[in-house]
């Protein structure tokens, strides 16, 4: 029973969760600057947001499973569906079971600021199962990048500060950019590692239609100006000087950063990746002190 527990804490990709934590911690502490943290709602959105980043994971396991994308030549962690851990209808299954975690706390979160949030909710559901279904999936057409920037970087931050007293602040909108542009850098990391089996299987990723090499210069682009978002940007809008705490997770980004720099390849891209989340969520965590102590 137990090892069944661990298949499924493995399909959510745990060290893609710092995605979905981390615009909710900036965007709720950028909200609650001018009128306190409102607890409630912002336990709710972090349990929006982390469904439904469960919930992609769970569908990219389902699709790219029954699809054939995921074989046993990939170089990533095993994917349950295409390893024969779990059958395709149960992973569905849970793929809806994550999306009603997350429409039961975004409908309580609606009822308690604006009914408008069922709106970008409903985006959101239909948006994640576009990502690696239907039968032009955007991940496999280059595309997954604006997803990832839009959802769990502009939305998940601007929502989350819009939450908390129904206003989102400058500094609100140039946090959501940093960590946009960090979530991307994971995304682009996971691809560039998979490059040479998702060509294989046919899924034209950015960094397959790219190519490796402007892959890599890419992923160093979006570090470079998230962090400096980050550092720079979002104290300069929020006219406190608190933010530039978030310099202090600067040096995590040097052991992704001269991994794919590199030249590393397959397996030896996973602490790139694991690197990625911890960076992003130590921006995070930094930025939304600064927030509130400003």
Known sequence: MARHGQVWVEAARPRTLPASAAPVLVGTAAGAVDGGLVWSRFLLALVVALSVQIAVNYANDYFDGVRG???????????AVASGLVPPKRMLAAVFVAIGVAGAAGLVLAAMVSWWLLVVGLGSFVALLGYSGGPRPYASAGLGEIFVFLF?????????????????????????????????????????????????????TLAVRIGESRTRALFVGLIGVGLLL????VPLAARSAWPLLAVLAVPLAREPVDAVRGGGVGRALIPALGGVGRLELAVAVLLAAGLLLS
Do not use: C, E
Request: cysteine-free.
């Open 69 to 79: 994308v995921d074989t046993v030549t990939r170089a990533g962690p095993r994917r």
């Open 230 to 233: 980050a550092v720079v940007g």
């Open 152 to 204: 769990f970087g502009l939305v998940a931050t601007a929502g989350s500060a819009y939450v908390q007293h129904r206003h989102v602040p400058a500094s609100g909108w140039v946090a959501a950019t940093a960590t946009g542009l960090l979530a991307v850098a994971i995304l682009v990391v996971n691809n560039l590692r998979d490059v040479p089996t998702d060509a294989v299987a046919g899924k034209r």
